[in-house]
């Protein structure tokens, strides 16, 4: 079964552009992620495990991010399997709409050391990041999740804010790169087309994500979006203010951009593997660019935040979700890039179709163009958000 497209962006909205609701959450401010006494120490914030008596624990993910039973909807296949195996209870909660919404929710508790009644997190990778930077996260123990460095792709390995994959454990990831609908205007290959090519004027999105939208210009730039400066930032920033000065690029968005897609109303955007691949499977005239420059790859990750009282709980659920066959059966449902090696041969007994679909099972040559963008620290954060957010105009 193939996921509905969901309402909100998993990379979630940025400084500048959240809700009101959100804003008020959040401080008012992304500012305040540093202020005094937010971080913690691993001496200083001390979790008690009680795995050992207590066989449960909470997990809490985005909407649409588990596969379902196709004639029982309240049932979870891969996650009811692992409750049976292990006699672990899980109470499983949808209550992840935002990255930034998220974190003004629990920011209090976790700055203060205190629990949020939950043992799993997924967050994506940037702001996995920040959670490490503040000492919010529990170290995992490898010994309890040896499927991880068994079957992670070598491209989500030992990432620089996570180099010994102790924090942060992907759940699916994904591309952000190039698509258009071949029904309203021809081939697109590259960021430079999208940006200046005149029959596309006032037909284009782009990614409110400025690490996807600003990660894609760098590389057509010809520089690192895993390591740049200031000035190459400002170099492409400049690109894409031309673009929006010239009316090229129509506005900016979550990922509302696939319905005008799907209809034609946009021709061509920056956007998102895992929502391409679903209106593609509707209309084949609708196709994902991986433009030579390069592609941003990123991820949602699972973490265990401090004073959750279930660590070992939560690894041996980590550990179940990369066995190769169950990573399968979870990829068949959501349709974003599967971070277990192993899973597309087993792909192969539920959906060759799927198992064959390169954004889903990436090969070498495309993960060879990926590229995870640059971890950035509390100052480059603010000030590379705000440049962004002022060209957009949000």
């Excluded at 937010?38 to 050992?52: I, K, M, N, P, R």
């Excluded at 609908?181 to 697109?188: A, M, R």
Aim: with cysteine; charged share 25%; glycine share 6%.
């Amino acid at each position: 079964m193939r996921a509905p497209l969901r309402p909100l962006s998993r990379r979630g909205l940025l400084t500048g552009t959240l809700s009101s609701v959100a804003l008020l959450a959040t401080g008012g401010s992304l500012a305040g992620c540093g202020t005094r006494g937010a971080h913690q120490t691993e001496a200083g914030c001390v979790s008690e495990d009680l795995s050992g008596t207590e066989r449960k624990l909470a997990f809490s993910n985005w909407p649409q991010y588990l596969d379902v039973d196709e004639k029982d909807e309240s049932k979870r296949p891969s996650l009811d399997e692992f409750v049976a195996k292990t006699g672990i209870e899980v109470a499983y909660t949808e209550d992840i709409n935002d990255n930034n919404e998220f974190f003004g929710k629990v920011r209090n508790q976790l700055a203060a050391c205190q629990s949020i009644d939950r043992d799993i997190i997924v967050l994506s990778d940037w702001m996995a990041a920040r959670m490490s930077r503040l000492g919010w996260v529990q170290k995992l123990d490898p010994a309890r999740i040896p499927n991880v460095r068994a079957n992670l792709l070598p491209s989500l390995l030992d990432r620089s804010f996570d180099t010994e994959n102790r924090i942060s454990i992907p759940w699916q990831s994904g591309l952000a790169g190039l698509a258009y609908n071949g029904n309203v205007t021809k081939e697109l290959r590259t960021v430079d087309e999208l940006l200046t090519r005149p029959d596309l004027k006032g037909r284009v999105t782009a990614l409110s994500e400025m690490r996807d939208t600003m990660g894609l210009l760098l590389a057509s730039n010809g520089h690192d979006p895993a390591n740049f400066t200031p000035a190459q930032f400002d170099d492409a920033l400049n690109k894409l203010r031309k673009a929006v000065d010239s009316g090229q690029i129509r506005r900016f968005t979550g990922n509302d951009y696939a319905p005008e897609l799907a209809k034609g109303d946009i021709a061509a955007c920056i956007g998102w593997s895992g929502d391409v691949i679903q209106l593609a499977s509707a209309d084949e005239k609708i196709r994902f660019v991986a433009p030579d420059s390069g592609v941003l790859l990123y991820s949602d990750d699972m973490l265990v935040p401090n004073k959750a009282t279930h660590k070992a709980n939560a690894e041996q659920l980590i550990n179940y979700y990369y066995e190769p066959a169950v990573a399968a059966r979870l990829a068949a449902y959501v349709n974003y890039i599967c971070p277990v090696r192993g899973a597309q041969a087993e792909m192969e007994k539920i959906d060759p179709e799927l198992a064959a679909n390169p954004l889903i099972f990436p090969d070498e040559a495309l993960l060879s163009r990926s590229t995870v963008f640059m971890t950035l620290d509390e100052k480059q954060e603010r000030e590379y958000e705000g440049k962004f957010q002022q060209v957009i105009g949000a």
